[in-house]
């Protein structure tokens, strides 16, 4: 029986569809989340987060990497974790056959990966206080952990930070990446991966990435015998890269605004604790009438938006500019990322009818971004 709710609403969509400008994928990073997201109407996966690919069973994997005292004990790690990733990456890009998928290297704020500092120091204190010996995987572990322990994990060694200073890593996500990227061909597929860099400030650290990328990515298209030339681009999630949008674009092929992390620095608002007691304050006492994690704040973290968008296509016309953080599936937000230019927005796959209704409105409207 035809239902006129249903048909109305498929019909609001394809015109929606039919007259917005901006292209709506979804941040999804498994292949359910993937297929879910398509369903919804996903152009592609905007943000795809490697972060929990790394826990679970892999934690023995990464506690390797991160005691090896020696390269031969590193490299075994990395190559157990290899064959893991590939398989991750050749599940979502099949998912996706067809469309863009970009994904980012490892973001971790580090305490979400270290084992338990206080958890280790109990257990050797108590394997002494009983006169018997700690056990020695402890023992290492909790030293490695308390030289790498941070006061402020989320200012810390994350994002390219890690990458740029974990030997081999990066360069084991990229093939990983690669091979999935051959394999999906082999299979008759068309799989399309986008290489993302997180948490850049300046581009120096994506000139070494890049090396590192260009090199891996010769390296698999030479023993491939095909040319695997995957886009390499950059979030832009803090202020300084906002602000040098001119230059990092020189190294990037397309930004994504992180405005999670590009809110938190901004304001110096920590996005973990959002419910703080002061925050409800601010919202009672009309601070801001919104909290601005939900709804992008036009004149302070919109205004650093605007002058990456402008800088980076005056650096690089054309560049291909997204928005992956949570704002990407807002749709206020929508309206300000259709005003000031954007090519995408991505969101998660529950929010994309919305963005694209939005994103229609956003065009019928002509917003402007002030
Ligand atoms: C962001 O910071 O907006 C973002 C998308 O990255 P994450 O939330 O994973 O830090
Ligand atoms: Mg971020």
Not at 151 to 156: A, D, F, I, K, V
Not at 227 to 244: H, K, N, S
Not at 340 to 352: E, I, M, T
């Amino acid at each position: 029986r035809p239902d006129p709710l249903v048909d109305a609403v498929a019909r609001a969509m394809e015109h929606a569809d039919g007259v917005r400008r901006l292209g709506v994928r979804a941040n999804a990073d498994t292949p359910e989340d993937a297929a879910r997201a398509r369903r919804f109407g996903a152009e592609g996966i905007g943000l795809c987060r490697t972060e929990h690919m790394f826990l679970g069973d892999r934690r023995r994997l990464v506690e390797a990497m991160i005691l090896a005292d020696d390269d031969a004990e590193r490299d075994r790690a990395l190559e157990a974790l290899l064959p893991l990733q590939r398989r991750d990456f050749s599940g979502i890009l099949d998912a996706m056959d067809g469309l863009p998928v970009t994904i980012r290297l490892l973001d971790p704020p580090l305490h979400e990966f270290l084992p338990d500092r206080m958890e280790l120091a109990v257990r050797v204190a108590t394997a002494e206080a009983q006169g018997g010996a700690p056990d020695d995987h402890d023992v290492r572990l909790l030293d490695a952990v308390n030289r790498m322990h941070e006061e402020n994990p989320m200012l810390g060694l994350r994002g390219v930070r890690l990458g740029l200073v974990a030997p081999g890593l990066v360069a084991m996500q990229v093939r990983a990446i690669a091979e999935a990227v051959v394999e999906r061909r082999h299979a008759g597929g068309d799989p399309r991966a986008e290489i993302m860099v997180p948490l850049i400030d300046t581009v120096e650290e994506l000139r070494l990435v890049r090396e590192e990328v260009d090199r891996v990515l010769a390296d698999v298209s030479a023993e491939a015998g095909m040319p695997v030339d995957c886009p390499v681009g950059t979030m832009i999630e803090l202020p300084r890269a906002a602000l040098t949008a001119g230059l990092i674009a020189e190294e990037a092929e397309f930004f994504s605004f992180g405005t999670n992390d590009l809110t938190q620095t901004t304001w110096g608002f920590s996005r973990d604790d959002v419910e703080a007691a002061f925050f409800s304050a601010y919202l009672d006492k009309g601070v801001f009438t919104v909290s601005p994690f939900e709804t992008i704040d036009r004149k302070g973290v919109g205004r650093l938006v605007e002058i990456a968008v402008k800088e980076g296509r005056a650096a690089r016309p054309g560049l291909h500019m997204g928005v992956c953080g949570e704002h990407g599936g807002d749709p206020e937000s929508v309206h300000f990322f259709h005003a000031v230019g954007l090519d995408y927005v991505s969101c998660s796959p529950f929010r994309v009818p919305v963005a694209r209704l939005e994103a229609g409105r956003a065009a019928l409207d002509g917003a402007g971004a002030g």
